[in-house]
C-alpha cells in the first residue's frame, strides 16, 4: 500500500499559493498557476529543481533540518505551517524562543463560552494568565493564591506547600491520584516545555530556582518523565458548599500552547447541584482578567 506523500503535498500547495511578488522575485513570462514555479522556489531556498520535484513527487522522503528550513523560509510559513512541515518530514520541530504569556482573543471568547464552569488560562510553564468568576468562585480568587510569580508549579513545590500540606489555592484542592502523581505530571509537563523553550532565560532561571528551592521538585525532575498533563479528578474542599468531586480537562488552545484548565461534574449529581449553586451566587457578567 503506497504511503501518502505529506510533505510533497504540503509543499506544492504552499508553493502554489505564494506569488513572485511575496517572495521579492519578478513575474517571469505568462503563469498557469498565481504561485511560484519549482525553479523560483529552488532558487529561493538554494536547492536545486531536480530536488524539489522530487520532494514534491515523494521521490525523496528524507530532506534534512536545513533543508526544511530553508523552504519554510522561502514559502513564508507560519509557525504552525512550518513546524507541520517538519513533521511531515519526520523531523522534531525547530524549538521556539520564550513562552508566550499572551492570550489571542479567541482564547479570551473560548473561555466566555465557558462561563458555567470553573475555567482558567495558563501559559506553557504553567503561569496562571486569566480565569473567569466560576473559577474564583469554586477554588478562590488566584489574587489571593500567594504564588510566586503566578506560576502553580511554584505554588505546588513552595515550602510547606502541595496537596495535602498548605492548599494551593484558595481552600485545599486534593487529587484523586495522589500528591505524588499530581506533583509528578505537572513536573513532567514542564519538562516538556522546558525542551521546547531552551532559551527562554526566564524559563531557565526559574527550573533552576526550582532545582535549588525544593528537594521534591528535584527529586521528581530528575527523573527524566516528559508528558503533556491531561486532566485529573479533585476534590475541592469548598467552604460554602462543601467537597465538590470535579473532572478536571487540560487541552491546548489550536495555534497556541496555552493550558485551558476547566472543571466540570457529572449532569444530575451533588456535585452539578453544588456548582450550580456557585453559578447562582457569583458576580455577573464572568470576566477574564
Not at 28 to 53: C, F, Q
Not at 136 to 159: C, K, Q
Request: glycine content about 8%.
Amino acid at each position: 500500500m503506497a504511503t501518502t506523500n505529506h510533505f510533497g503535498i504540503a509543499l506544492r500547495g504552499w508553493r502554489e499559493r505564494v506569488s513572485p511578488q511575496d517572495s521579492g522575485l519578478e513575474p517571469e513570462g505568462e503563469r498557469r498557476i498565481p504561485g511560484l514555479r519549482r525553479e523560483e522556489l529552488a532558487r529561493l531556498a538554494g536547492l536545486s529543481v531536480d530536488y524539489v520535484v522530487r520532494l514534491e513527487q515523494g521521490r525523496a522522503r528524507n530532506p534534512s533540518a536545513q533543508v526544511v528550513t530553508a523552504l519554510a523560509r522561502a514559502l513564508r510559513l507560519e509557525p504552525s505551517e512550518r513546524d507541520h512541515l517538519f513533521r511531515c518530514a519526520h523531523l522534531a520541530p525547530p524549538a521556539t524562543g520564550k513562552v508566550s504569556r499572551h492570550m489571542p482573543a479567541r482564547v479570551h471568547r473560548l473561555v466566555g463560552q465557558l462561563a458555567d464552569n470553573p475555567t482558567a488560562v495558563f501559559a506553557a510553564d504553567w503561569t496562571l494568565i486569566g480565569w473567569n468568576d466560576m473559577w474564583s468562585a469554586a477554588i478562590g480568587d488566584p489574587r489571593t493564591y500567594g504564588w510566586d510569580e503566578h506560576n502553580l508549579v511554584a505554588g505546588m513545590f513552595r515550602p510547606g506547600g502541595g496537596t495535602g500540606r498548605a492548599p494551593i489555592a484558595g481552600w485545599p484542592v486534593r487529587s484523586w491520584a495522589g500528591d505524588e502523581v499530581e506533583e509528578e505530571d505537572l513536573v513532567a509537563d514542564l519538562r516538556v516545555t522546558a525542551a521546547a523553550h531552551p532559551h527562554d532565560e526566564r524559563l531557565v532561571a526559574f527550573v533552576d530556582r526550582m532545582l535549588r528551592d525544593s528537594p521534591r521538585f528535584a527529586r521528581l525532575w530528575s527523573n527524566g518523565t516528559a508528558r503533556t498533563h491531561v486532566g485529573d479528578r479533585k476534590t475541592i474542599e469548598h467552604p460554602r458548599v462543601g467537597d465538590l468531586d470535579l473532572d478536571l480537562d487540560v487541552v491546548m488552545a489550536a495555534g497556541t500552547d496555552l493550558r485551558i484548565v476547566t472543571y466540570t461534574a457529572a449532569a444530575g449529581t451533588d456535585d452539578a447541584e453544588k456548582l450550580d449553586d456557585l453559578r447562582a451566587a457569583r458576580p455577573l457578567p464572568t470576566r477574564v482578567p
